[in-house]
């Protein structure tokens, strides 16, 4: 079984984001160990990036911190080889195409093979274009993680019958940030993608309460959360161990209860 599949072995999946290098690349390797001993199931480390355009303007401003400290692609696999150190925790990156493409396809799924990184998510590679890279990654045992959006709907099977890993499942119009309010139809969504397939299905975009991730969780097999995390992270800065240690038992406990 893979590190993926074992995220939803029997349970609700809490999945967890933050952007690598903010505040610091020992913090960010602080704060995913954190996370998992607060009962995260998997970690999205967000590679920074200077056009990350399926970002609010928290994420944004996170990749804007992280990058003017210096942090890049060999920065992160850093990060990651130390996380793997000290856990076996399934980790995602979410990145865009052009910092995989710029470093190289092989070169980049090498290193995540090496290291043990187990999925990616490219929010601006379309669908019809992972063909590109999809080799590549699946020779070196990485999942392409893909999205389902709203906008969607006359794809959704056609997506959902080739995907992987888990499908992430996009719950509103527009870019990452937290929402006071849900209105998708995710139900009928997510009935079209468990009509032709068995992979895991995680919600996100815009969960950060309790209340939203109960909701989410009785709907499908996982929850993402990555404003809410990226904020307190902002918040707290060197010292927010404890906040996020909180929040993300507070949400994997919401969670759990389904």
């Known amino acids: 079984m893979s590190r993926i599949s074992s995220a939803f072995e029997h349970k609700k999946a809490f999945i967890g984001f933050l ?19 607060a009962g995260a199931d998997l970690i999205e480390i ?24 210096g942090m890049t692609p060999d920065g992160v696999f850093d990060i990651v ?5 000290v856990s076996n925790i399934p980790l995602v990156f979410l990145t865009y195409i052009n910092p995989v493409f710029h470093y190289g396809y092989e ?9 043990g990184v187990d999925g990616i998510i490219i929010p ?3 669908y019809e274009e992972r063909s590109e890279l999809l080799p590549i990654a699946t020779t070196h045992g990485v999942e392409v993680i893909s999205l389902i959006a709203p906008t969607s709907r006359q794809r959704i099977q056609m997506i959902a019958k080739e995907s992987s890993g888990f499908l992430y499942v996009v719950s509103s119009m527009g870019v990452t940030g937290v929402r006071s309010e849900i209105n998708t139809d995710l139900a009928a969504m997510i009935d079209l993608i468990k009509a032709v397939t068995d992979i895991p299905c995680a919600i996100g975009f815009g969960i950060n309460t309790t209340i939203q991730a109960k909701q989410m969780a009785k709907l ?3 929850v993402i959360v990555g404003s809410a995390i990226v904020k307190i992270i902002e918040k707290y800065g060197n010292h927010a161990h ?5 929040y993300v038992s507070s949400m994997k406990q919401a969670i759990r209860e389904q």
């Open 46 to 69: 967000g590679i920074p990036f200077s056009d990350p355009t399926a970002e609010g303007v928290v994420i944004q401003d996170a990749n804007i911190r992280a990058l003017s400290k």
């Open 107 to 115: 070169k980049f799924f090498a290193r995540c093979e090496e290291l």
């Open 81 to 85: 080889a130390s996380v793997r150190q």
């Open 124 to 126: 601006d590679m379309p």
């Open 19 to 37: 952007t690598a290098g903010d505040p610091t690349p020992s913090l960010t390797i602080e704060y995913i160990l954190e996370m998992e001993r």
């Open 220 to 222: 499908a097999d996982g």
């Open 242 to 246: 404890q906040a996020l240690f909180e």
